[in-house]
Nanobody, 126 residues
């Protein structure tokens, strides 16, 4: 059974950085994707980034391009989201999710992801 645990959230000032981790267990497939999503109070859950584990291909939503970087450590079954130049509008609870290999057209679709972590809170405020 696949399980995901997020960590690394916290309070940071605008312009600061955080690195989120998504540690996975129970994987039996070599070809899958890990997505990062976020949900701010009163808003829907939105896709932030995604990585295909097999080939390392990555996707980003426009608002984080150039600021966030997703990466993987296959040996540790961990996916990271490095977040730089954080803005108040990045404040949200961040979730990682496990799903089938992603494509540019499909990676943002939440229903494709089968397993979700519990989330980690990121607050950007001065």
């Amino acid at each position: 059974q696949v399980q995901l645990v997020e960590s690394g959230g916290g309070l940071v000032q605008p312009g600061g950085s955080l690195r989120l981790s998504c540690a996975g267990s129970g994987f039996t497939l070599a070809n899958y994707a890990i997505g990062w999503f976020r949900q701010a109070p009163g808003k829907g859950r939105e896709a932030v980034s995604c990585i295909n584990i097999s080939d390392g291909s990555t996707y980003y939503t426009d608002s984080v391009k150039g600021r966030f970087t997703i990466s993987r450590d296959n040996a540790e079954n961990t996916v990271y989201l490095q977040m730089n130049n954080l803005k108040p509008e990045d404040t949200a609870k961040y979730y990682c999710a496990f799903g089938p290999p992603a494509t540019l057209r499909l990676w943002k679709i939440k229903a494709r992801y089968d397993v979700w972590g519990q989330g980690t809170q990121v607050t950007v405020s001065s």
